[in-house]
C-alpha cells in the first residue's frame, strides 16, 4: 500500500527506521529532503521521540491506547484524538506544516 516508508525490518531502532524512511523517500524523489518537512506520524511516545531524535515534525494521534496526557506530554507538533474528522486534520497540517511543493 505504501511505495516507500520505514518499517520493523528495517532496523531494530526506531530512530534509524525513520532515517531509512527518509532515504528512501529522497531516493524516489530525486533530491534531499530538509528534516522539518519529514512528519512522523504515530500513537506512542516512542514514535514523538524517533521523529525528535531526526529533527523530523512530529504527529501524535490517540489511537494506540496510550493516556491523552502521557501522549500530550511527549510534545508532538501536532495532536489528535483520531483521524475521524478528515477535514479538520488537514486544515490544522495545512496551516501548521507548509510543505515546498
Do not use: W
Amino acid at each position: 500500500y505504501f511505495p516507500d516508508g520505514g518499517y520493523g525490518s528495517d532496523h531494530e531502532e526506531r530512530p534509524a527506521i525513520a532515517a531509512i524512511a527518509r532515504r528512501k523517500f529522497e531516493a524516489r524523489l530525486g533530491h534531499d529532503l530538509a528534516p522539518e518537512n519529514v512528519m512522523v506520524i504515530g500513537d506512542t511516545v516512542h514514535d514523538v521521540t524517533c521523529g525528535r531524535e531526526n529533527g523530523f515534525r512530529t504527529l501524535a494521534v490517540g489511537t494506540g491506547g496510550v493516556a491523552e496526557s502521557t501522549l500530550r506530554g511527549a510534545a508532538a507538533d501536532f495532536y489528535f484524538d483520531d483521524f475521524s474528522d478528515v477535514e479538520r486534520v488537514l486544515r490544522q497540517l495545512e496551516t501548521g506544516f507548509a510543505l515546498p511543493l
